[in-house]
């Protein structure tokens, strides 16, 4: 059986779609996020193990991910945020949140996870999550772009400085269905307008990030790291026909 899985953000969309994912295969996961009694519930429902914690506090994440136990293969960082506003409008306050909850939280999450993946041996993989905004550039999210862009770099420098042992790779997906995205998805016409910016003409559904996620840690991805991967309906590389 492989290590255990800890999934940051795991009762978010993509992150308890990822849990539900690997759940059948055995392999044994710690989830770990904010809400105590979805958590909870979801750990129930697929068998694993939890901790509750805010991802703003290195000291409360660490302890959460500490609780996976000693030998871990795999770290997934589900978690994110959606500001946008004009420049003119973002606050140092949206600016800190976006950069602490994104960037410095996933920083911390991998310094805390980073002892027992080196416990479990060569195999390891760690999954950040990015945007498509930080390749496209779309107005208004300047503060988002800044993090998610700050995301992609640490991933490439983690990546350099764990192989071969650990494997580091991010996800960049574009609008996906998830409770955080709910602002923007709820307006069916919204959504709409929204989904015909994208060549294959939908929104993402949250199986769609987890499913690459599961095979990024998988090893059948075991050439695969240091790369951004888009899971955007081609909306980073392609224009969408009128």
């Not at 640490?154 to 998830?178: D, F, H, K, M, Q």
Request: net charge positive.
């Amino acid at each position: 059986m492989q290590g255990k899985v800890v999934i940051v953000g795991g009762t978010g969309g993509i992150g308890s779609a990822l849990a539900r994912k690997l759940a059948p295969s055995g392999r044994p996961l710690h989830l770990v996020a904010r809400d105590a009694g979805r958590l909870s519930a979801l750990a129930s429902e697929l068998g694993a193990s939890f901790a509750t914690a805010d991802v703003t506090d290195p000291a409360s994440l660490r302890s959460a991910i500490e609780a996976g136990g000693s030998s871990l293969s795999g770290l997934v960082y589900a978690v994110g945020t959606i500001t946008l506003k004009p420049v003119s409008r973002v606050a140092p306050a949206d600016a800190e949140r976006d950069f602490r909850v994104n960037a410095l939280g996933a920083l911390a999450a991998v310094q805390a996870a980073l002892p027992a993946l080196r416990a479990q041996g060569a195999g390891g993989s760690i999954v950040l999550f990015s945007t498509v905004a930080v390749q496209r550039g779309f107005p208004m999210h300047a503060s988002i772009a800044m993090a998610k862009g700050a995301v992609e770099g640490l991933t490439r420098a983690l990546a350099a400085e764990l192989a071969p042992e650990i494997r580091v790779n991010a996800i960049a997906p574009s609008l996906t269905r998830t409770p955080l995205a709910e602002g923007l998805t709820k307006n069916a016409a919204m959504a709409e307008a929204i989904a015909r910016q994208h060549p294959l003409r939908r929104l993402g559904e949250p199986e769609d990030s987890a499913s690459l996620a599961a095979f990024l840690l998988s090893p059948e991805s075991g050439w695969i790291t240091g790369q951004v991967i888009a899971v955007d309906g081609g909306r980073a590389a392609l224009e969408a026909k009128g």
